[in-house]
């Protein structure tokens, strides 16, 4: 639900000088689904080994509405994140004549603005146990292409529908914080314009604003790189699920070296037989309210009028636009296959591809 209420007024502090002043409320209504399709991964439930007392089956750290550290709310219906109700966003804009003779003119501005984040962060119908996919690499058989998983059997139809239903390996998981702050922007200017004689205008603007709680998609289970236990580097058959000795970092290895996989390797419950012989946990998706940027432009404008309601306008515009990117988005973006990713929330800055330096334009 998005509801706002404002208020504004505007007034002259003297003939010079006009204020313009406002303030709205946004309050934040976290994302909500109306069949209680949602869960919370939580590092300390794991780390104590905790398991769901909803889904029987589901692994340790999975936690689900009705568990205590869950999300809010039941199976009729639950929140993905809290509420956030004290959001107050203040508007203040100045226009100044300096000489009172109407011919120069100095404005400024700020504004805070909270945004509604993307819904393409509520991915809880592609996780178990209310939807999800089975991956099954290099089947032994078309016919039987199940061999492959632990117990050999499909894990249709105990995947879905009830909380006796099973969790697969290679589950994935997507979480949010208990209290996700809404992405913020904080939008300023300034601005001087002087005429000059009967036709002519030229102005000099400042443009800039600056974004935080941005949301990323941080990793909270990359997959180890693992040098090797011998002189040769190599591991030994049992090691990082190896069926025979060989470098213990492998494509097929990986659900074996992710983080989760290292600190407990068989969290799921006897009851979630066949598939409590393996790691449980694949990638978990968390929302990373940590992303910065900010925008700085100067832009100049010559205008001059014509006789008969003619005009011509010329804008000069330096822009530069700055974000922070996480190390794992960098790392995926420079190599289509990297084996090592780390999950450092904020690592570098980057100048937008998006946003042009220098640009020029100009319509009569």
């Not at 204020?19 to 939580?42: C, E, I, K, Q």
């Not at 290099?138 to 995947?159: C, D, E, H, M, T």
Request: glycine share 10%; hydrophobic share 35%; charged share 10%.
């Amino acid at each position: 639900m998005i509801f706002g209420l404002y208020a504004q007024d505007s007034g002259k502090v003297s003939k010079r000088l006009a204020v313009n002043l406002g303030v709205r409320w946004d309050p934040f209504f976290g994302h909500t689904d109306p069949y209680g399709h949602t869960s919370r991964f939580s590092q300390a439930a794991f780390d104590a080994g905790v398991r769901s007392s909803i889904y029987k089956n589901a692994p340790v750290g999975l936690l689900f509405p009705g568990d205590p550290g869950g999300p809010e709310g039941s199976s009729s219906g639950a929140k993905f994140t809290n509420n956030r109700m004290a959001q107050f966003s203040p508007r203040i804009g100045i226009a100044w004549d300096p000489w009172g003779d109407g011919k120069t003119s100095i404005r400024a501005g700020y504004g805070l603005f909270y945004n509604f984040p993307s819904m393409s962060f509520d991915q809880f119908g592609f996780t178990t146990p209310f939807g999800g996919t089975v991956t099954v690499n290099n089947p032994a058989s078309a016919i039987n292409p199940w061999a492959s998983l632990p117990g050999g059997v499909s894990p249709f139809p105990g995947l879905f529908g009830t909380t006796a239903s099973l969790f697969p390996t290679n589950g994935n998981v997507q979480s949010y914080p208990t209290d996700t702050k809404p992405p913020t922007v904080q939008q300023f200017n300034f601005s001087l314009q002087r005429q000059f004689g009967m036709n002519w205008l030229v102005s000099a603007s400042y443009l800039g604003n600056t974004s935080t709680h941005l949301w990323l998609d941080h990793q909270l289970n990359p997959a180890q790189y693992i040098p090797g236990s011998t002189a040769t580097g190599n591991c030994s058959v049992g090691q990082y699920g190896l069926t025979t000795p060989g470098p213990c970092s492998t494509p097929g290895n990986t659900l074996f070296r992710r983080r989760l996989s290292l600190l407990n390797p068989t969290p799921t419950p006897a009851s979630n037989f066949p598939f409590n012989a393996a790691p449980y946990y694949q990638s978990i998706s968390f929302v990373d309210p940590s992303g910065t940027g900010s925008y700085n432009g100067l832009v100049l404008t010559l205008t001059h009028r014509f006789a008969r309601n003619f005009s011509s306008t010329t804008n000069y515009t330096w822009s530069h636009c700055f974000r922070i990117y996480t190390r794992q988005q960098l790392v995926s973006a420079r190599s289509p296959a990297p084996i090592l990713i780390t999950c450092e929330p904020i690592a570098e800055t980057a100048t937008s591809r998006t946003r042009a330096m220098h640009s020029t334009s100009r319509w009569w």
